[in-house]
T-cell receptor
């Protein structure tokens, strides 16, 4: 099955700056997800996105986060004003049903 | 609430031997799935194997098998004939099979295969 592509692979940003992380899944999938993994720690759910709307979000996904599917194929996660603790690997994923999800290769975000 | 516990932060295994990575879970949902993912040093998450709560037989995928003991709420991953390329972080995860589809992950086990 085709992979999920994430860009950039690594981004360094100044604290307080906005960042946009991009994901290109297959356009005919309806369910998408963002997860994050702080270095050396477990993978945490951020948000699920179904049929172009947020279907569920975690307590981590506060007002500084937003997701969009601006053009029907790309899927973006925006962090409005980055904090040091936002430094992590961010994964997008797609899938439903009884099989494992396909994860993207991840974007490593470093906030300095 | 759902919870996944992986009690082995690190494991060593000799090449060509089998290794078992432990995973216990807790949930009140009647229908759920258990998953294992591999994360090599390059960082990507690779799906390995899935077990549904209603499946009667343990899942197998090549050298991977899932030892599912529902009464004990355990879903251990068994890797047979370990290879050097199996050295990675392994995560156990769970999700409901209806409604929300989000994963709950364990803290992971780092496996090192020795030559």
């Amino acid at each position: 099955e085709p992979e999920v592509t994430q860009t950039p692979s690594h981004q360094v940003t100044q604290m307080g700056q906005e960042v946009i992380l991009r994901c290109v899944p297959i356009s005919n999938h309806l369910y998408f997800y963002w997860y994050r993994q702080i270095l050396g720690q477990k993978v945490e759910f951020l948000v699920s996105f179904y049929n172009n709307e947020i279907s569920e979000k975690s307590e981590i996904f506060d007002d500084q986060f937003s997701v969009e599917r601006p053009d029907g194929s790309n899927f973006t996660l925006k962090i409005r004003s980055t904090k040091l603790e936002d430094s992590a690997m961010y994964f997008c994923a797609r899938g439903t049903g009884l099989t494992g999800y396909t994860f993207g290769s991840g974007t490593r975000l470093t906030v300095v | 609430a759902q919870k996944i516990t992986q009690t082995q932060p690190g494991m060593f295994v000799q090449e060509k031997e089998a290794v078992t990575l432990d995973c216990t879970y807790d949930t009140s949902d009647p229908s759920y799935g258990l998953f294992w993912y591999k994360q090599p040093s390059s960082g990507e998450m690779i799906f390995l194997i899935y077990q549904g709560s209603y499946d009667q037989q343990n899942a197998t995928e090549g050298r991977y098998s899932l030892n599912f003991q529902k009464a004990r709420k355990s879903a251990n991953l068994v890797i047979s004939a370990s290879q050097l390329g199996d050295s990675a972080m392994y995560f156990c995860a769970m999700r409901r099979l209806s409604g929300t589809y989000k994963y709950i992950f364990g803290t992971g086990t780092r496996l090192k295969v020795l030559a």
